[in-house]
């Protein structure tokens, strides 16, 4: 039997497609996991950076923390966090949140500090308090960026959801960790393009996202500054 | 992790498996960001040039990106089996979504002016191309370079997942599959290190070879 | 009136951009600010609005001092036009000019409508409204902006260079624009520039400023170019201010020569007893409704065949003409210094020929009048 064949048969198998071990209800999982992790983490991340770069204070530090923190392996931060709190959901999503803010943190940051200095000054010289500038200009200026952002985080997340499998969790990773285990390899292929699939549904609602969130005089200005 | 950091087992373990564990990490990780590099060139000069191609393949280098890292090691391995094939292709692919947008930046901020001389003194296309627009392009490459290597630096440790070695075998095998922390927490560091290492090495390099350029590397986001 | 008394900003670097300012604008005109960078202009501009807090001295805006005001609502009564427009990028061009308006809490029909008015009255068509801002032209968007601080009738405008990022041409459109609103409005305007003849065209008063923030002279544009101050000013308002001032004086007050000027049907022999009984070197041939066609010398008058008409001769160029009744001396003498005769044509609205004028009498017209 050929590998494609392996994998052909997996997904044809309709026990695969049901109960609590089933592909629907693992996509839930890894949905449900990762959704949870992306809301703290720009709960968190997104108010941070638009904050640090509305003040422009606070915002060397949050930048270089949060490039160190790039440079973190993920897997050792699941499993440290995992080895310290023990295995069990809360771990999981706390180390997908830590890794899940940097990213969000910076592009945020970035994006308000991008902000025309002579807007900033039209939008103060009109009469707009700090809050209404934040509100009404930077955070619109700065939307495509934000979700940039939450766009590169989220593909993360979603990454390294699948590896939360190996520390006994639900989610997607389970059919490859599953399948690794009972050296079923349809089942391993299985789980990995199913993984794939999630992550290009990830870049699919964020293209869609932009499409609504992102005022069209910016997405057009950009168009021409590409071109 | 009750306890604090086992030096003595860090002082044990210094040659193996810590020093191998290095070793195989950098290996696994300059390779792909090397082949990347040969691989990001051609596309993106092309691009550059031909302009109708960049977005698709700026589209198509995203997608590739957003893949998880341990989705294509464990579709790859039934054909590359255990070698280092399995890491370094998926993460060559990866470079090329930051390397080929910072090579087609890069050469699109050579000035008009400078090009037209270029051709005015009679260098040809190719000649104008190495001596003139790539040099120019020098700093964002290595900015683009500095991204990648931090991100693969920091990624390769997935691949202890499928086998392969590195400063995620450590964590994974000495470290989680023992309960033991202080393996989790040497791989860690010594993953930063190795990127923070790489990245000041590029640094010097731009120095060395753009003494013309201002001493400010321009910051990639991602 | 907008009034300055004693304004100082000094910064905690030591550095003073404004150092004891005293100027009174007064209300319903335009007041320049005018001085190369680094001379305190902008920052004096900024004081009335309170983007900058001076350390000294206070400014008043008819009567009050503008820090008993709330920053952000003294701000919404004041117009604020910037370099470049400022205009936010993600708001179409009519939301854009509704800004303070919303922030004033009109509601948005009435923001909106308002705003309408103002594309109209800066001279912009009701489609661009609902366009983006990147998508007009640099002169487009600064109407854009002009029409923005005006939306919610601030009795008070500051305009902080607000022309320098467009062409000469655009520029010229957008001045001549700013005159006709304020001949229509009476704000109280204060106009940054670095630019002196912007200043000279557009300001009722004329504060120029030297570096290091002191007001160097403050006069009309006119007393100006007159009577520098000293050095610096006179450096500063340009070489050629003489010239320039001429444009402050009418050209109807000229006595214009009518002797010197022939029908195209008279005849070369005519035309030659007329130059020796004025002692003109040149004559003016005019042809229907009194239209110029050009100049004979004396001498060509002469030479020619005594019978044939002027009209049928080989005549020079008349050169640049000048409206007697809208031109200034400025446009008189320019085009004196233009002419193949030396000699400047003056027309009525219709094009024609009231009569001439000579370099030298020019000059006397101008050393008599105003030297």
Known sequence: MSIYDLVAAWFADPANWSGPGGIPARFAEHTAYSAAAMAMAAAIAVPLGLATGHTGRGGLLALGLANAARALPTIGVMFLVVLAMGIGLVPVQVALVILAVPPILVNTYEGVRAVDPGLRDAAAGMGMRGAQVLLRLELPVALPMVLLGLRTAAVQVVSTATIAAYVGVGGLGRFIFDGQNRQEFGMVAGGSLLVALMAVLVLVFFWLLRRLAVAPGLRAREAAARE | ?222 | MITFEGVTKRYPDGTVALDGLDLQAPSGRTTVLVGSSGSGKTTALRTVNRLVEPTGGRVLIDGTDVRERDPALLRRSIGYVIQQAGLFPHRTVLDNIATVPLLLGWGRRRARSRAAELLELVGLEAAQGRRYPHQLSGGQQQRVGVARALAADPPVLLMDEPFSAVDPVVRAGLQEELLRLQSELHKTVLFVTHDIDEAVRLGDGIAVFRPGGVLAQYDTPERLLAEPVDAFVEGFVGYDRGVRRLSFFPASRLDLHTDAVLDGGRTAGAAARTAASTGEPWLLVTGADRAPLGWLSAERAAAADPDRPLESLELEGYGHIFHVEADSLRAALDAAMLSPAGRAVGVDPGGAVVGVVSQADLAAAIWGDHG
């Open chain 2, 1 to 222: 992790m009750g306890e604090a950091i086992r030096w003595d087992w860090i002082a044990r373990g210094l040659e193996d498996p810590i020093g191998t564990a290095v070793l195989q990490h950098l290996q696994l990780s300059l390779i792909p960001i090397a082949l990347g590099l040969l691989a990001a060139l051609p596309l993106g000069v092309a691009a550059a040039r031909w302009r109708r191609l960049y977005p698709p393949l700026l589209t198509g280098v995203n997608v590739l990106y957003a893949l998880p890292s341990i989705a294509l090691f464990f579709l790859l391995l039934p054909y590359t089996g255990l070698t280092i094939w399995t890491a370094v292709l998926p993460l060559a692919l990866y470079t090329l979504a930051i390397l080929v947008p910072n090579i087609v930046d890069g050469l699109d901020q050579v000035p008009g002016h400078v090009r037209q001389a270029a051709t005015a003194m009679g260098f040809g296309p190719l000649r104008r191309l190495v001596l003139v627009e790539l040099p120019v392009a020098v700093p964002a490459v290595i900015a683009g370079l500095r991204v990648a290597s931090v991100a693969t630096i920091s990624m390769v440790s997935v691949a202890s997942m499928v086998g392969l070695g590195g400063l995620g075998a450590l964590i994974l095998r000495e470290g989680f599959n023992n309960r033991f922390a202080t393996p989790i927490i040497v791989g860690v560091v010594l993953t930063a290190v190795l990127a923070f290492a790489v990245d000041g090495l590029l640094v010097l390099a731009q120095r060395l070879l753009t003494p013309w350029a201002p001493r400010r590397g321009s910051k990639g986001v991602r």
